[in-house]
Nanobody, 123 residues
Framework: QVQLVESGGGLVQAGGSLRLSCSASGLTFSSYTIAWFRRAPGKEREFVGR????????YYSDSVKGRFTISRDNAKNTVSLQMNSLNAEDTAVYYCTADHRGGSYLDKYYTYWGQGTQVTVSS
């Protein structure tokens, strides 16, 4: 059974940083593209970034590019999302997701999802 578990969310002041982690089990982790999405209150879920399993390439949404960094440790079956220079617009529930294909910015593309972790940025 595939499980993705996010951790590291919390309350942070604007301008601060947080590091989220996604731990995976039940899959051949190194063969999966891992992506992060988020859902802000009253908004649809949106793509944040992804790291592809085959190329290691990373892609980010324009809203987080330059502030967020995704990294992965295949030996530990984890992916991290380092978030810097946070602002109130980053407040959302953050989800990690996995798929064995190349990757997409579309949430319907992904097979497995975690439960999410709340990030709240106070201004």
């Amino acid at each position: 059974q595939v499980q993705l578990v996010e951790s590291g969310g919390g309350l942070v002041q604007a301008g601060g940083s947080l590091r989220l982690s996604c731990s995976a089990s039940g899959l051949t982790f190194s063969s999966y593209t891992i992506a992060w999405f988020r859902r802000a209150p009253g908004k649809e879920r949106e793509f944040v970034g992804r790291i592809e399993w085959n190329s290691g390439n990373r892609y980010y949404s324009d809203s987080v590019k330059g502030r967020f960094t995704i990294s992965r440790d295949n030996a530990k079956n984890t992916v991290s999302l380092q978030m810097n220079s946070l602002n109130a617009e980053d407040t959302a529930v953050y989800y990690c997701t996995a798929d064995h294909r190349g990757g997409s910015y579309l949430d319907k593309y992904y097979t497995y999802w975690g439960q999410g972790t709340q990030v709240t940025v106070s201004s």
